[in-house]
């Protein structure tokens, strides 16, 4: 017997979150029919295209943010009763909180991306982030199944008496795969990289909580010679990230790109220097590609790293000069042994299969 599972979020845009609900989506068994309701219309960014490849149902209420506290309540109600789930599985604030006031009838799942009181002060500013925090926590409590995307996340939230359950995100890894050394000459022709000096990747948006002045920093601090880090991404600190890499031509900033793939194939090492995560989607797709990572040292990369640390190094995060010291030492042993572990994490331990077969266990659990 078929099982219908809603799954409602914001928009398809682009982001980590998207990229976790395809995700489940892709590996979804049969005996669940998934339906899958935006809240707002699509913008350029978005990831629609991909969905739509899928075996799914679309709805749209196509609402506004203003529009949507007027008319969002019933035409949501609308579309839910239309779809009849078995169970509504929600991501994002906006999805959560109508979930959690409008439908208390059904079975509700949410997956709970970040720390909100880490995440939002720093994305919104002190004042609306805060309350954004205190309202998205007070939400997830009111929600049936809250699903941590992390265990550190799991044990950040049972601070504020959310009874979370842990689900690890997954990395899709059929999609990101080790290249072969000639794959990987072909793509720095075509990037534009250069063909036999060490690359290192830094992939995500240039604000505070991703902390690329450190990242910066330390590079410059340390003795790795000829390399060349490429940040992939954009962000209101990118001006100041220029102007402390103006004395060298071995940082570039390449800002927002489709090929992200193609630059983690391209590449040696993977670097992220964040002050908070949730468990993050860049570092488990260099895993996949094979990369050895260089990480600070915030409860989700050594979440990751614990399942075999010849993946990688930690360093204190916001420490410019350890740093650069664990870059040294990262690029001074042998890649293909620290290649392999980080191929191995991916695949044994956080691949995306996993992940989306977790989930349908919960559904079962929950419509049994």
Not at 209 to 222: C, E, N, V, W, Y
Not at 266 to 274: Q, R, V
Not at 314 to 322: M, S
Request: proline share 5%; charged share 25%.
């Amino acid at each position: 017997m078929s099982r219908n599972v809603l799954y409602i979020v914001s928009t398809l845009r682009k982001s980590g979150v998207t990229s976790q609900l395809y995700n489940i989506l892709d590996h979804l068994h049969r005996e669940f029919v998934p339906f899958i309701l935006t809240l707002s219309p699509e913008g350029e960014d978005t990831d629609y295209e991909r969905f739509a490849q899928l075996d799914a149902m679309f709805y749209s209420l196509g609402l506004s943010r203003f529009g949507g506290a007027i008319r969002g309540p019933f035409r949501l109600r609308s579309a839910v009763e239309e779809v009849d789930p078995d169970v509504v599985h929600t991501l994002g604030i906006r999805a959560d909180t109508l979930s959690a006031y409008l439908l208390p009838e059904y079975d509700r799942v949410t997956t709970i991306q970040n720390h909100p009181y880490k995440d939002y002060p720093t994305r919104y500013g002190e004042r609306r982030g805060t309350a954004m925090a205190w309202t998205h926590v007070h939400t997830f409590r009111r929600i049936d199944r809250p699903v941590a995307c992390s265990e550190t996340v799991h044990e950040q939230l049972s601070e504020y008496s959310v009874e979370a359950e842990t689900i690890q995100n997954g990395v899709d890894c059929e999609r990101y795969q080790p290249v072969s050394p000639a794959q990987r000459r072909r793509l720095r022709d075509g990037l534009d990289l250069p063909t036999d000096e060490p690359v290192i990747v830094f992939t995500g948006s240039l604000i505070p909580r991703k902390d690329p002045l450190t990242a910066i920093r330390g590079f410059l601090g340390s003795d790795v010679e000829g390399s060349t880090l490429v940040f992939l991404g954009d962000g209101p600190l990118r001006a100041e990230c220029e102007s402390i890499a103006s004395s060298t031509d071995s940082i570039r900033f390449e800002g927002w790109v489709d090929s992200v793939k193609e630059y983690l194939g391209a590449a040696d090492y993977f670097l992220a220097s964040s002050r908070a995560e949730g468990l993050p989607n860049a570092v488990m797709e260099a895993l996949a590609t094979g990369l050895p990572v260089c990480l600070s040292d915030i409860g989700p990369h050594e979440e990751i790293l614990q399942y075999d640390f010849r993946a990688g190094e930690l360093f204190a995060a916001g420490d410019e000069t350890e740093l650069a010291t664990v870059l040294d030492e990262l690029l001074a042993t042998d890649v293909n042994d620290r290649s392999e572990a980080a191929v191995g994490i991916a695949r044994d331990w956080l691949s995306a299969r996993s992940m989306s077969e977790e989930y349908q266990r919960l559904y079962s659990e929950i419509i049994c």
